[in-house]
């Protein structure tokens, strides 16, 4: 089932980029990927994922810019937006 679901979403007009970010990334196919958390309250999954497109930050491969500000909804928590982009994609 899972293969059927994987090859119905390789197939769809758009590109799907779910859990295939850092891929599309190397593969200069997108060039902006964008993660946004409560700070403190990451997912595991989350703070895996910016390692190693941190990895890629430190080799000058990607450019990363972070914000931190209080969330709209509930401001007494903090939002963390991440910004990755591929060298001259900083708008």
């Not at 980029?17 to 403190?40: A, C, Q, S, W």
């Not at 209080?70 to 982009?85: G, H, I, K, V």
Request: aromatic share 10%; charged share 30%.
């Amino acid at each position: 089932m899972l293969n059927m679901h994987s090859e119905w979403l390789r197939q769809l007009p758009d590109l799907v980029h779910t859990n295939r970010e850092l891929g599309l990334m190397l593969r200069e196919t997108k060039p902006l990927d964008y993660f946004m958390d409560i700070v403190g309250h990451e997912p595991d999954i989350c703070i895996r994922n910016w390692r190693m497109f941190d990895r890629l930050v430190a080799e000058g491969r990607f450019i990363r810019r972070e914000l931190i500000e209080a969330c709209s909804d509930s401001p007494q928590l903090e939002c963390r937006r991440l910004f990755y982009t591929l060298p001259g994609n900083e708008w």
